[in-house]
């Protein structure tokens, strides 16, 4: 009896159509959208598979940086792995939001696997108007 339906084997066609070798896709950790509003950012960073309590925000000079880590799920001797896609381990970002930005400014939910991160817009400190002095 056959489970696996029969397909075409060709080696070419398999070596170059090797997801994990081959593939130009980026990585489907913390894809982010960032919004701008009249006196905000607002920004979404998907964390599906995150606690909570496994990530930090943290704000070193100027710049939001952002660190998630999944533990690996401790399986038994008795079972083989087939096929793992699920990440296992640590990622970070970072976003520079300048330095007049505290870290009491940054609110931040975590909710069904996407947090939300707001941050204000501060108004840009101008220079002073320089003064040409004239050549005589």
Do not use: H, W
Request: with cysteine.
């Amino acid at each position: 009896m056959m489970l696996v339906p029969r397909r075409k084997f060709d080696l070419f066609d398999d070596f170059f159509n090797d997801d994990d070798f081959f593939s130009r896709k980026q990585p489907s950790l913390m894809k982010t959208d960032i919004r701008e509003k009249k006196d905000k950012y607002l920004i979404d960073v998907d964390l599906p598979g995150f606690e909570k309590e496994n990530i930090k925000l943290s704000l070193n000079d100027g710049y939001l940086e952002i660190s998630a880590k999944v533990e690996k799920e401790d399986n038994s001797d008795e079972e083989k792995m087939v096929r793992q896609e699920r990440f296992y381990g640590e990622c970070s970002r970072s976003f520079y939001v300048g330095d007049e930005i505290k870290e009491e400014d940054i609110n931040a939910e975590f909710k069904n696997g996407i947090l939300k991160i707001e941050i204000p817009k501060k108004e840009e400190k101008k220079l002073p108007e320089t003064k040409q002095i004239e050549i005589k």
